[in-house]
């Protein structure tokens, strides 16, 4: 594992923030952590960084790198009236680094930025911000990246761009990734594994897609003439417009497909309705 915390517990006071929790993120792997606003998410990602102390339990982070991790932790700190540029040649001399405007142009295409935009970054959106936030953080090459709530505030075109490229950065230059999210539908598109925590305890955890199949009992699926489906009888179904919402366990939805196809029931999509309150309340 390029980084791990293991029995993990934070108190202020009375409240106990962090309960037992442990999380391990292996280069390549994307691992998200779900959970609603203040179930513990951003204090688990501070005591990662050694932003906080934990009151139990052990970090483990890379050995012998000059940086072991890197990261935006809930929203980049950015210089707004400075540009991309003048941006990641601050952080860079902050963090020791003398890149010239050359080297610079490649941190921000390795991000997807363009390398013409001279004006402020005030001037950016928010997922421009997202990616710039990267960029600094990839600075001296650290083994992971932690990215707190990286999709709030995006439109859909901008969650699905930074979507792809968390993707190709843990695949392209092997980054062990951790990222959180209260959407689970993002994390669901992107992890390998998953961690869920609510009200500071980890109550499940494992690859992404087993776990949305095991606590998915409902699965949506979209066709034009789905309401001719003789097949669905032996189901208890729900129609809404042109989508039959069925009543079944994960491992028979092949089945169900190909006798759909036999019937000549054009399949649009074949989405999981994933059950939250399965998924918060079970505990592994």
């Given at each position: 594992?390029?980084?791990?915390?293991l029995?993990l517990?934070?108190?202020y006071?009375?409240?106990?923030?962090?309960?037992?929790?442990?999380?391990?993120?292996?280069?390549?792997?994307?691992?998200g952590?779900?959970?609603?606003?203040?179930?513990?998410?951003t204090?688990?990602?501070?005591?990662?960084?050694?932003?906080?102390s934990?009151?139990?339990?052990?970090?483990?982070l890379?050995?012998?790198?000059l940086?072991?991790?890197?990261?935006?932790?809930?929203?980049?700190a950015?210089?707004e009236?400075l540009?991309?540029y003048d941006n990641?040649?601050l952080?860079?001399?902050?963090?020791?680094?003398k890149l010239?405007?050359?080297q610079?142009?490649?941190?921000?295409?390795?991000v997807?930025?363009?390398t013409?935009?001279?004006?402020k970054?005030?001037?950016?959106?928010?997922?421009?911000?997202q990616?710039?936030?990267?960029a600094?953080?990839?600075?001296?090459?650290p083994?992971?990246?932690?990215?707190?709530?990286?999709?709030t505030g995006?439109?859909?075109?901008?969650?699905?761009?930074?979507?792809?490229l968390i993707?190709?950065?843990a695949e392209?230059?092997h980054?062990a990734i951790i990222?959180?999210?209260?959407?689970?539908?993002?994390?669901?598109?992107l992890?390998h594994?998953?961690?869920v925590l609510k009200?500071?305890?980890?109550v499940?955890?494992?690859p992404?897609?087993?776990?949305?199949?095991?606590?998915?009992?409902?699965?949506s699926?979209c066709?034009?003439?789905i309401?001719?489906?003789k097949?669905?009888a032996?189901?208890?179904?729900?129609?809404?417009?042109?989508c039959?919402?069925v009543n079944i366990?994960?491992?028979?939805?092949?089945n169900?497909?190909?006798?759909?196809d036999?019937e000549?029931?054009?399949?649009?999509?074949?989405?999981?309705?994933?059950s939250?309150?399965?998924?918060?309340?079970?505990?592994?």
């Open positions: 594992m390029i980084i791990s915390g029995n517990s934070k108190a006071g009375k409240r106990k923030v962090l309960d037992n929790v442990s999380i391990a993120c292996a280069a390549g792997e994307i691992c952590l779900l959970g609603a606003n203040g179930a513990g998410k204090t688990l990602f501070k005591i990662l960084f050694g932003l906080v934990q009151d139990t339990g052990t970090v483990t890379p050995e012998n790198a940086k072991p991790i890197g990261g935006i932790i809930e929203k980049p950015l210089y009236y540009n991309a990641i040649h952080f860079a001399s902050i963090q020791g680094l010239n405007k050359a610079i142009a490649e941190q921000l295409i390795k997807g930025l363009p013409n935009r001279l004006d970054v005030a001037n950016f959106s928010m997922g421009m911000k990616r710039l936030g990267i600094i953080a990839l600075l001296n090459n083994a992971c990246l932690v990215l707190d709530e990286p999709f995006l439109d859909p075109l901008g969650v699905s761009s930074l979507r792809k993707a190709d950065l392209k230059e980054l990222l959180s999210s209260h959407i689970i539908e993002e994390l669901s598109k992890c594994t998953l961690y009200e500071g305890k980890l499940n955890s494992g992404a897609q087993q776990l949305i199949a095991d606590n998915t009992s409902v699965y699926i066709a034009s003439n309401k001719d489906a097949c669905l032996n189901y208890e179904v729900e129609y809404k417009g042109n039959a919402f366990e994960a491992a028979e939805v092949p169900l497909i190909q006798s759909l036999k000549n029931i054009l399949i649009t999509s074949c989405t999981p309705e994933l939250m309150e399965k998924l918060f309340e079970t505990t592994h």
